[in-house]
């Protein structure tokens, strides 16, 4: 089975940098992605990892550590817009279609 | 090129009537997956089809609850005999093949409340 934890809810400042967590048991791991969703709306991709390492686009960053079974998201220069979920989700290479199990989502909220 | 569809963005059934939520994966994909969303909660994976085939349905309740994804028209996932607890978001995700790297491309999900 996978076990997928990342904190409930976090809360920055505009224009601050936040690191989201994400913790991982998975037997057949196959790449890690972040998802953001506004409340309402469908997830939408952010980044995807499956080796060591950060991966940078934009403002947004996702670093790998496949030993510790760890992950993070880091958002640079928070906007109002950041406010949203982020949801942490492995893939798994031990199942037949290759679904994706996501954690509980982490709720940012970005005061001014 | 339209991105995942799915209808009827809002529905709502009565206890005990059925439910039916229609997904239209992106154009060439042919995988499709279903996943539930309860309120304040993480996507929790229902069902996997490829075209006429059920691959994993592994996390579908095993009562009321059907998926088919025919060689014609759109994926359905059918709740029979609706309770209240089944309300909730169901989202629909498509990929063109199983070891996509982009991970899914995500419907706008359809929010079921039973009254």
């Known amino acids: 089975g996978q076990n997928i934890d990342q904190p409930t809810e976090m809360t920055a400042t505009e224009g601050a940098i936040v690191q989201i967590n994400c913790t991982y048991q998975t037997s057949g791991f196959n790449g890690l992605f972040w998802y953001q969703q506004h409340a309402g709306e469908a997830p939408t991709f952010l980044s995807y990892n499956v080796l060591d390492g950060l991966e940078e686009k934009g403002r947004f960053s996702s670093f790998l550590s496949r030993s510790k079974g760890y992950s993070y998201l880091l958002l640079k220069e928070l906007q109002m817009k950041d406010s949203a979920s982020y949801l942490c989700?492995?893939?798994?290479?031990?199942?037949?279609?290759?679904?994706?199990?996501f954690g509980g989502g982490t709720r940012l909220m970005v005061k001014p | 090129n339209a991105g995942v569809m799915q209808n009827p963005r809002h529905l709502v059934r009565r206890r005990g009537q059925e439910a039916r939520l229609r997904c239209s994966p992106m154009?060439?994909?042919?995988?499709v997956y279903w996943y539930r969303q309860l309120p304040e909660e993480g996507l929790k994976f229902m069902v996997y089809l490829q075209k006429e085939n059920i691959i994993d349905e592994s996390g579908m309740p095993k009562e009321r609850f059907s998926a088919e994804f025919p060689k014609e028209g759109p994926s359905i996932l059918r709740i029979q005999q609706v309770v209240r607890g089944d309300s909730a978001a169901y989202f629909c995700a498509s990929s063109l093949d199983r070891v996509a790297n982009y991970g899914y491309t995500f419907g706008s999900g359809t929010r079921l409340t039973v009254v």
């Open positions: 989700a492995v893939r798994d290479a031990n199942n037949a279609g290759n679904m994706l199990t």
């Open positions: 154009k060439g994909h042919s995988h």
